[in-house]
Structure formats: structure tokens, C-alpha cells
């Protein structure tokens, strides 16, 4: 490595700098978004190995992963179910076993008795004694006073044809500058911050994280609970909510519509209403609005519990778009709930006179024709659809707002996708997005930083929360009656046959079986199917007969999760319920207590249920609230999974945990707003340096 006299700046250093970089090394990791050698200190260990010791085989215990050395005994070739070599080590202290199942005639020999091995694996249970199966090894000099490491070795993410090994290698390389100075890093934090909160500088925190000293606390660090690592995530979280302020502020530097209409069709549409808006939906829809009548795009996301009325004031948005003489575009993750708020809309607007559109994937070339023609001709105010609306040859003609339902179900790139679809001679539509998956609003800051947030906190009147029952399978007969009971006082029954195998066709198949079941065991009742297998004529069918009160009972896949609205339905069966999520059963059960009769959700499962089941079960039991049962489901799977965010990109941390460290956002959001506001110049680098590549994906 050639000598740097003068710190340099960690940006700016190419990675040839270091030795056993060459071309192809810095290709692949170019492969992991690392380009140069700061990107390198901010590749952070996924877990730490303890070798700074020896453990004597005496005091091992079971499931350890450590380090040991000592003398062959015995190595032999065995043939149990598969050829593998055996060997037995002694230190004095104790004994233990070695197991390979790949290896060669020299592995064999240097394994000899009499040998002094050193080996580093996890301690398992063998048939005699305690074993490593597949530990690394090496082959040491008898009295070789042992050579361990001084640092806890830090486990790195490594991408295919570059070798923990070699990684390390060069981590350490880069490590050792950072230790002699010879590398300076931009502090972004203010110091009066970093002070109140107990932080050590960015150099000592990376030191600390990427080559903890030997007593450093293994189980604290596993769970990054180290000041250092918190450090760390603390600067994370803070790029990641200063690139969402970003991509906000850049949305709103275009220009928009001023949908400010003339009151004259949402006042009809209210007065034409069966009920009263909710104080929260009116409160939200004065702020929907007031958005609308500014210059720059709308950017707001309505979060309502399952049932707390978002259609209604989804469909108030797109008066005002369509009063003002512009068209509105709702967007819907599933067919079902496309189709469904396509015959609500026209139901509430045809009599206006307002021309609704409906475009799926499904439609026949010749209608898709058709529609497309009144979209672009602006004959269709309305349109409604499923991810079609965003596809190749599809366009507007005045689209002044965009509604996405259920956004969980979309990424921020669809949505983004839909936005530039709708652009038009430098204008931009507005947005509304509406999630049932309510979030904490520490969480919703974090994750929905790019977004404005409402949110309905209150149910329409006279809902009675849903009684829930957990049962086994087994009590499926008195479950039969108690549908049968039902029906025959006039309501009716959802029955879900949930994924029982990850195959769309089992699940059809299931749901099939469960049908003809139940219709030979009630004979009175009338017995309806819908699945993702039939064809959208056929589900949209039989649909619109479970809501005309033709078919009693509704056997669904969980096709029907989202938004479908029949409130004369009040009875729910899930079956295998201990396989979904909180967030889904929420949501299905949020299709019952929709009318004013007490509505009940009974959650069947088979077998005997994990600690996990039985908690998210009971949870669903005790709840029918919507934020404290997202929590739970956080809690339990995570925000990736619940937010499906995993797959945006735009919630891949390194080190930063919202859940864990949610207690640290109120003062992210604090920073993000000063340095923003005093210290701009380094709300760049700092994204840069922890988002990298990926930011430019973020912004399509
Ligand atoms: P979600 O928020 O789950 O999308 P919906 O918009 O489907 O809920 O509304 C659920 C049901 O509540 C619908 O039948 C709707 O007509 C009804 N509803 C909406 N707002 C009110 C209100 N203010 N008062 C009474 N019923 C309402
Ligand atoms: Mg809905």
C-alpha cells in the first residue's frame, strides 16, 4: 500500500489503494455498492465470532461457537449413512469430536494421530461426546503458544467470488488507517448532539463496530445495543429519512393542478349520502383539500383502520379533481377490490352524470380498446383500475389525481411509475394513498418521511367490535352450525380457506373441496365460491350476487382480503388461521362488522400451535384495533414484512432497526430538520455515504 502522508478524505480514496485490490476485486465490489474506501468502513459487520480465546474442552458448552485446540487421539474413516472422517481431540481438560464429510487423503494425513489442531466451529451434540461438525481448522505446532485474535473477528455481507477472507483482508487494511488517522471522515452530526446523546465521534464508533475489543459484551452487540452501533444507526436513519425529505421537497418543486372545484358536485355527493361523515374523515378530507388547492402535487397518505370509511373520502378527492375539470385515476392492488370500487363509484357518480372507466389486465382487446379511448379522450372522469392503469399504451387527459388503494400492496416505484404517466405538460397529478395498515406514528415519520400523513382515528357510529373465537379443527362441526344458524336468520357468512401450501392452485383446489363440503352438509343454504383461478366475469359474478343477499354463504381464498364491503355479512371463518400474519387476519375480519349487527370471526386451526400462533391469535382475539394490532405484528415480523417494503429498497438498512431503534426517531427527525435547514451542504454526502447507489433507484 503506498504511503498516504496526509489524511485523505475516505470518499475520495479508490480502492486500488489497498493491497489485493486489482480489477476483478473491485468489480465485485463495485457488486456490493462499494466504490471506493469510505464506502468500505460503512460495510458493517452482520456478527461478531469470539477467537480471542481458547475455551478448554472441559468447560464447553452446547451451542457455544468457539475456538479449541488440542492433540489427535483418533482419526478414522466411518461409513455410517455417508462416508465422512471422524476425529477425536483432547486439550486435558476434555475431549471432542470432529466430523467432516467432505474431505480428502491429506486432510486425513495432517490430521494423524499425535497431531496439535486448533478449530473453530459450533459445539453440537454427537452420538458420544460433543462435537464440531465442519469446523475451520489448522494444523499448529505442539507447543505453539496460541495465536489467537485480540479483536472479536467481525463477520462481514460478502457477495460470490469474494471470500469472507479476503474481505476481511481488506477491511482490516482500511481499519488500520482509520486507527492511524491516515483517513478523515465528515462528522454530519452537531457536536451539541452527539454530546447530549452520549455519541463518541464517527471514527471511534466504526473502530468500536467493525473490531470490538476482546471484553466487549457479544450478546449487546448481537442485538447492536452498543453506543457505537447506535451511533451508527442513529446517522442511518437520518440519511434515509433526509433522502425521503428529498425526493418530497423534489415532487414538490412541480407543478400541479389547483383542483379547488366549485363545491358543487362534492356538496351533491355528501347530501346524497346515507350517513353523516365521521369528524375524522371530515377532518381529513378538509386536508385532502386544502392540498388540492395548492400549485405543487398533493403527497398524502391516509391511514385508516379497516372500515373506518377511506372510500368515501377516496371518492370526495376525485369530485374535486372532477369538478375542476380534471380527470381522477383510482388504482387497486387485487381485481376484486378494483371491481368493487368501480361499481361503488358508479353507483354514487352516474347519476351525476359522471362517466366512469374500468381497466384491468383482464379485459378483451376490443373493450381495452374502447376504454382507452374514452380515457384518452377525456370522455372517462373516472377511472378505475388495477396496476393496468400504469402499463404501455395506457393515457390520460387531464389526470389531476391519482388515488392508490391499499398501498402496502404497491411499491413506491409503481406509484412514482403512475405519477409520470399522469404528467403533463409540466404538471404533475396529485396523490392520495390510503393504507389500512395504520402504523405508529414514531414508525410513519420514518418509513412515509416522502409523505404528507392523515389519519381516520375514529369508526363510523354503531360498530360493534367483532367477537373472536380461536378453535381447533377438530370443533369444525359446531362451526358448521353456527353457520347454518346464521344464514337462516338472514345474514351472511365469509368462510377463507387460507394458503395451505405456497401454490395458488392447492389453495384454489381447497377452497373447491371446502365449497362442495359445505354445501352437502347445509343443504339449505345457498353456497357461493370465489378464487384467484376463476375468471374476473365469474368472481365479479358471483360477487355481485353474495351482495345482492342471493348467496348466503361465500366460500373465499384470500382473494377477498382487502376492502370487499357486504355489511350484511356477520360472520367470519378462517381456516388455518395460525398461518397469516396479524395484519392479514386483521384485514379479512375487517371484511364482517361492517353493518350494525354484531358480528363474530371464528379463527380455525389444525394441529398444536407454536408460542408465535398462539400470541398472534390471542392477539386477535383481545383486538379489534387496527394500530395495536400493526404493532403487534411489527413486534412479531418486523416492518420489512408488514410494510412490505422489503422489496422498495427503500428500507434497507444496514445497521439501523426501525422497531429497535424507534426510540431514537424523534431526534433524527430533529437533526433532519436542522441540518436541512442550517447546514444543507451536508445533507448530500451524508445520504451518499449511507444509501450509495441505491438512492438513484429511489428517485425513478
Ligand atoms: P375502508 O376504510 O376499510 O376502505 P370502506 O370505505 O369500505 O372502509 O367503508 C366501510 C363501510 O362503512 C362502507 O359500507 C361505507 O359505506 C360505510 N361508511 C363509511 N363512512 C361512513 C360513515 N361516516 N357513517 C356510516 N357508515 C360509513
Ligand atoms: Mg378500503
Redesign the pocket.
Known amino acids: 500500500m503506498s504511503k498516504i502522508a496526509q489524511p485523505s478524505q475516505s470518499d475520495d480514496l479508490a480502492l486500488t489503494r489497498l493491497k489485493g485490490v486489482g480489477p476483478k476485486v473491485a468489480e465485485r465490489l463495485q457488486k456490493m455498492g462499494i466504490s471506493n474506501i469510505q464506502d468500505l468502513l460503512f460495510h458493517l459487520p452482520l456478527r461478531y465470532e469470539d477467537r480471542t480465546r481458547i475455551v478448554p474442552m472441559g468447560s464447553l458448552r452446547l451451542g457455544e461457537t468457539a475456538v479449541v485446540q488440542g492433540k489427535v487421539l483418533l482419526t478414522e474413516v466411518k461409513f455410517a449413512r455417508r462416508r465422512m472422517l471422524m476425529s477425536r481431540i483432547s486439550d486435558g481438560t476434555g475431549s471432542i469430536g470432529l466430523r467432516f464429510f467432505h474431505f480428502n487423503g491429506q486432510q486425513q494425513q495432517a490430521m494423524a494421530r499425535g497431531a496439535t489442531l486448533r478449530c473453530y466451529g459450533e459445539v453440537r451434540t454427537g452420538k458420544a461426546m460433543l462435537e464440531l461438525v465442519h469446523p475451520e481448522y489448522q494444523v499448529v505446532e505442539a507447543e505453539s503458544v496460541p495465536e489467537v485474535q485480540e479483536h472479536l473477528t467481525s463477520i462481514y455481507p460478502t457477495t460470490e467470488g469474494l471470500h469472507q477472507l479476503s474481505l476481511r483482508n481488506l477491511m482490516q487494511q482500511v481499519i488500520d488507517m482509520l486507527h492511524a488517522d491516515q483517513l478523515t471522515l465528515d462528522e454530519f452530526l452537531p457536536q451539541g448532539l452527539q454530546d447530549k446523546l452520549g455519541f463518541t465521534s464517527l471514527r471511534d464508533a466504526l473502530l468500536y463496530v467493525h473490531r470490538p475489543p476482546p471484553d466487549a459484551p457479544l450478546d449487546i452487540l448481537a442485538e447492536a445495543g452498543h453506543i457505537s452501533q447506535k451511533r451508527l444507526a442513529f446517522e442511518e436513519l437520518l440519511a434515509h429519512t433526509l433522502s425521503l425529505r428529498k425526493l418530497r421537497f423534489r415532487a414538490q418543486q412541480h407543478a400541479a393542478p389547483i383542483l379547488s372545484g366549485n363545491g358543487e358536485l362534492v356538496t351533491a355527493f355528501k347530501q346524497g349520502l346515507p350517513?353523516?361523515?365521521?369528524n375524522a374523515?371530515q377532518r381529513v378530507v378538509e386536508e385532502i383539500e386544502t392540498d388540492l388547492c395548492k400549485p405543487s402535487p398533493m403527497q398524502r397518505l391516509v391511514q385508516?383502520d379497516?372500515?373506518?370509511?377511506?372510500?368515501?373520502v377516496a371518492a370526495l378527492a376525485a369530485l374535486r379533481a372532477v369538478e375542476s375539470g380534471y380527470q381522477a385515476a383510482l388504482m387497486a392492488p387485487t381485481e376484486i377490490l378494483a371491481e368493487q370500487h368501480f361499481q361503488n363509484f358508479t353507483q354514487w357518480l352516474k347519476p351525476m352524470g359522471i362517466d366512469v372507466a374500468w381497466l384491468s389486465g383482464k379485459l378483451k382487446a376490443k373493450v381495452r380498446r374502447e376504454t382507452l379511448a374514452t380515457m384518452e379522450s377525456g370522455a372517462a372522469r373516472v377511472i378505475i383500475g388495477t396496476h393496468a392503469l400504469f402499463q404501455e399504451g395506457v393515457n390520460f387527459s387531464g389526470l389531476g389525481l391519482i388515488i392508490v388503494d391499499e398501498q402496502h400492496r404497491f411499491g413506491v416505484h409503481q406509484r412514482m411509475s403512475l405519477r409520470e404517466k399522469g404528467a403533463n405538460e409540466g404538471q404533475y397529478p396529485h396523490q392520495l394513498i390510503m393504507t389500512?395498515t395504520p402504523i405508529p406514528r414514531t414508525l410513519s415519520m420514518t418509513v412515509y418521511a416522502d409523505l404528507d400523513c392523515s389519519v381516520i382515528d375514529e369508526l363510523?357510529?354503531g360498530r360493534k367490535p367483532v367477537e373472536t373465537v380461536v378453535l381447533p379443527d377438530n370443533r369444525r362441526d359446531e362451526v358448521v352450525q353456527r353457520v347454518e344458524h346464521v344464514c337462516r336468520d338472514g345474514r351472511q357468512v365469509y368462510w377463507v380457506c387460507t394458503l395451505i401450501e405456497e401454490s395458488e392452485t392447492l389453495q384454489c383446489q381447497a377452497a373447491e373441496d371446502a365449497a362442495s363440503l359445505l354445501a352437502e352438509a347445509l343443504s339449505e343454504v345457498r353456497v357461493g365460491l370465489v378464487h384467484g383461478r376463476m375468471k374476473s366475469e365469474q368472481k365479479e359474478q358471483m360477487m355481485q350476487q353474495f351482495k345482492a343477499g342471493e348467496i348466503d354463504l361465500l366460500v373465499a381464498t384470500t382473494v377477498i382480503e382487502v376492502?370487499v364491503?357486504v355489511?350484511n355479512a356477520s360472520l367470519m371463518i378462517i381456516e388455518n388461521a395460525e398461518r397469516l400474519g396479524l395484519s392479514q387476519l386483521h384485514q379479512l375480519r375487517?371484511r364482517v362488522g361492517?353493518g350494525d349487527q354484531a358480528s363474530a370471526c371464528v379463527l380455525m386451526y389444525q394441529g398444536s400451535l407454536t408460542q408465535n400462533a398462539r400470541e398472534r391469535l390471542g392477539v386477535m382475539r383481545e383486538s379489534n384495533d387496527g394500530f395495536v394490532i400493526a404493532r403487534k405484528d411489527l413486534e412479531l415480523r418486523g416492518p420489512g414484512e408488514v410494510l412490505g417494503t422489503r422489496q422498495t429498497g427503500l428500507l434497507q438498512l444496514r445497521i439501523a432497526d426501525l422497531q429497535r431503534d424507534e426510540g431514537l426517531i424523534p431526534r433524527v427527525m430533529q437533526s433532519a430538520d436542522i441540518l436541512l435547514k442550517s447546514e444543507p451542504e451536508k445533507v448530500d454526502p451524508l445520504i451518499h455515504r449511507w444509501k450509495g447507489e441505491s438512492i438513484r433507484y429511489a428517485e425513478v
Do not use: C, M
Not at 275 to 278: A, G, I, K, V, Y
Not at 306 to 312: E, N
Open positions: 350517513f353523516e361523515l365521521t374523515q385508516g379497516v372500515g373506518s370509511g377511506k372510500t368515501v389500512a363510523p357510529p376492502g364491503d355489511p375487517g361492517r
